[in-house]
């Protein structure tokens, strides 16, 4: 059995994430904040931390990393916020979270994220092969709607990832259309989750997401002038 260590200071929500983890046979020890666990002697009976973030910023978030790794501690941290956004997502997965979910999601979202985080560090530590349902969704997206996530998940802006595709901007919108379609992702901040969660974005390397592909320069394509000031005549 799975024992999920839980961080939450409100106490009716950290009472319905214990019901909905028992119900799923999971073993749960709860703390109000991060000291209970940092005071722990013996982590290695647990599976997972699940974590909330109070800070906006996540600095929170970063702390407790910081504090785990520094104990030598290999244990996935899933981290729960009453707001996602890009760049707080970007920040905790670089910082080393397994994964990210939002306070008002569906339980079965927090569930799947949960599943995906044990069964990428089960065994050695790899993704487990179809063990989320969107590793195999990642498959259907073309190879500029794969390039158009990445940099979405890195937190560029479209008109940033059109200049850096050499793309026009109405094209980058379409791309990222389909992918969020594809991937069955409502908006941008569960786009950016997917990316992370399904191996996507290597947290570590998204600085690498930048470089012009394929050898390019990054620059966007020069457009041609409307045909009818094409064949227009300066006049006298």
């Known amino acids: 059995m799975n024992t999920i260590l839980l961080i939450e200071s409100d106490p009716k929500h950290r009472q319905r994430i214990q019901r909905l983890l028992a119900a799923k046979r999971y073993q749960v020890v709860a703390h109000e904040d991060p000291q209970g666990l940092l005071e722990r002697s013996r982590i290695s009976s647990v599976s997972c931390i699940l974590c ?25 941290v899933v981290f729960m916020a009453a707001t996602c956004h890009v760049p707080l997502i970007v920040s905790v997965m670089k910082a080393g979270a397994m994964g990210m979910v939002g ?14 985080a044990l069964a990428r560090t089960r065994e050695t530590g790899k993704p487990k092969k179809n063990g989320h349902a969107a590793t195999d969704k990642v498959k259907l997206l073309s190879q500029r709607e794969l390039e158009v996530t990445r940099a979405a998940a890195a937190g560029m802006k479209n008109e940033d990832i059109a200049k850096h595709l050499g793309l026009a901007l109405i094209t980058v919108k379409a791309h990222r259309s389909n992918a969020m379609r594809k991937l069955e992702a409502g908006n941008i901040v569960h786009l950016t989750r997917i990316a992370y969660m399904t191996g996507l ?20 394509p020069k457009t041609r002038a409307p045909a009818a000031r094409r064949g ?3 006049k006298p």
Not at 201 to 210: C, G, K, L, R
């Open 52 to 76: 909330e973030i109070t800070c906006h910023e996540g600095k929170d978030a970063m702390a407790l990393l910081v504090q785990i790794q520094s104990r030598g501690w290999r244990i996935p």
């Open 201 to 220: 974005v290597d947290p570590i390397h998204t600085e690498e997401i930048a470089a012009p592909p394929h050898g390019g320069h990054g620059k966007a």
């Open 103 to 116: 306070k008002s999601d569906r339980p079965k979202d927090l569930l799947a994220t949960l599943e995906d």
């Open 232 to 234: 227009a005549r300066k």
